[in-house]
Structure formats: C-alpha cells, structure tokens
C-alpha cells in the first residue's frame, strides 16, 4: 500500500507512521525546511543527536523535501499521489485549497485514493480553520482539562502529543475501513477526524450524561468518591497505587480482608455500597493509616492473596522497567549504523501478519533523488529541479 503524508508536528504523521509500521510505503513530503516537529529536540534541551518524539512518528519512512508552492514541486506532488493508495494529512483546510492539495480537488483527480485528514475542529463550521493544537482543540475546549481539574485547583497540562496520537489511531481504523470499503466499490473517499471530536469522545462517558440527563459528571476528590475503592492510596514509603474495585460490593469483602479488618463487612458505615459512599471520607481515612504501615510490595502481596484489583502508580521509567511492559509487546527493536535502538511499537498486534519497523526516521529529504527516480525522474530532470529550488 503506498501513503503519501504531508504531515506536521504528531497527529498527521503519527498516522502515516502507524500504516508505516503495518507495512505501508510511506513517503513523507516535507518543506525545504523540513516538518517542524524535528526542533523537537532542541525544545527538549537535548545534548544528544537525538529526537525521540520525531523517531517514534517517523520511522519507517522515505523522505521528500519539496516545495509545494512551486509549480515544479506541485507536479511531483501530483506524481506521487497518482500511484498513491492513500493521503494523509493534517495541514488546516484553507492550507490545502491554497496548495491545491484540498480532498474536493484530489478525489476528483484520483478517483481511488483515500484521502485521510486530520483537522483541530472539524471540516464545517465558523471554526474549521482556526488553528489547533491538541492542547487547545482535544485538552481544554473539549472539556477534558476542565474534568480532570480538581476543584478549586489550577487546570492541568496535558503530556505531548495526547490527543494527537489518539486522533491518528482514529484515522488509521477510517483509513483501513475507507481501504475495504474500495474493494468492494472500487471508489475512494475522503476520511477525517478531528482533535475537537477525538476530545469528546475520549470523554465520551461524561459527554453522553450530560447529554441524556441534562447534568454534568461532578470531578470527586479523594474523599468524596462514590466508590472508595476506585481511589488512589500511599503506601508507607509514600508510593501511590490505585485500588481497582469497580464493582464495590463484589470487591468490598476482599479489600477489607487484605487490610485486616473483616468487622468493617459488618460495621453499619461500610456494609453496603451506599453506605460506604456516605461514609467515604472516613473509609478513606481508615484506609489511609492502614497503608501507611506497610510498603507497596507488602500490600501486592496481600492484595493478590485476597483477590484485590489494584494497580501502581509509575514514573515513564519505571514503567519501561516493568517486566510486563516488555512482556506485552509494547518495546521494538529498531535497526540503525550503530547496531540498534529501543523504540514503542505501535499499539496493536497480528497474530499471521505481524507489523515490523523498517528503519529510523528519515534526515530531511534524505529520499528526494530515490523517490523521483522511481517516479521516472532522470539525473538531468532531477538536477534542475534542485537548480529551482522545487526539490531539496
């Protein structure tokens, strides 16, 4: 399958470096002055030739450096998207109409081709062009920020490329969908999604209440959760860990057990749901002195013997040292000069035909001269193309 991305900082090329990744050509089309995801590295402070953000969403790919604006780099365009299966792309609307890259104009064009977009707001509306990011479109005027403020705390931040990457996955299942759909019609179609939506349903529980009840979700703290054992606790080194007890009344018996109060099944203030709820503050009290007398290890093993849902709280790098996150895939081993490098893989798994990273991220138009060549470009056609400034 061949994917031609003009794609910007995450959510555009992290869904050309997923289809990368399940082994699609993908030909990455950048400015001369290359996507600006690649000062990644410098905002990060890093001392190192390294870019780990741009790596992840880029590998695996063929690079093309050209200037779209040029008429000569606008026919290179064209050439590729002729043989192309699949566009993705994450520029704002009124970008690609200047460009002529638009999705009215490219499926009228290339009848077959999958024309994949991401947008901040969506393709309608007074606000499709405002500019996006996923801080501002999928974090804060979705209501995510705003439901996991606490009350009377400052809004939280989001981490990079949150609702970007999400916004990809969702791409990537429409673009696959769009794929069989051509199969069977032999039509292609424009897919998007936006970091606006990609918000709403990320919430999707609390946005459907508000919606079917006419009220909003409260955000709880720790002492006021419905169900104490959905809560965060610290153990006595001061580690958080979460308890898991969706369904109270089924995990109730075995937490009180685990901390060594099995009265509390009895006790009027915690014997049923309801009243643990009523009672929550205390409940959470007593549970908080319990935990601090023994470490988290201590407490896993109490919990597991008791059949207690729970889960640790971990930093990024005690998570890249769980024995589980290795064990379930989540690392890939990428080839590069100096032998290999350890990456995330890509979120998903097949069993008969399992995905592979072919290569690092590409340097800025490191496959300019290769990709004309395929494109039936010879040596003098590509040297004057350079010459102009169409290519890079």
Known sequence: MRVVELGVWVAGPAAGGILADWGAEVVKLEPPGGDPARSFAEML???????PPFELDNRGKRSVAVDLSSPAGAQV???????????VTN???LALARLGLDPASQLAAHPRLVYG??????????DRDRPAYDIGAFWARSGLAHLLTPPGADPVFQRGGMGDHSAAMTLVAAVCAALYARASTGQGQLVSTSLLRQGLYTIGFDVSVALRFGREVGTPTRATMANPLINC???AEGRWFWLVGLEADRHWPGLARAVGHEEWLADPRFATRRARARNCAELVRLLDEEFSRQALAAWGESFDRHGVWWAPVQSPS????DPQVRASGALVEVAEESGTTTLLATPADFTATPASVRSMAPG???HTDEVLAELGHDSASIRRLRETGAVG
Do not use: K
């Open 364 to 366: 800025l138009g490191q």
């Open 77 to 87: 365009a064209g050439q590729l998207l002729e043989r192309a299966d699949v566009f």
């Open 45 to 51: 402070g890093a001392d190192l030739p390294f870019n």
């Open 117 to 126: 977009l991401i947008s901040g707001y969506g393709t309608e509306g007074p």
């Open 318 to 321: 005690e998570a890249l040292s």
């Open 91 to 93: 520029l704002r609307p």
């Open 233 to 235: 606790y610290r153990d």
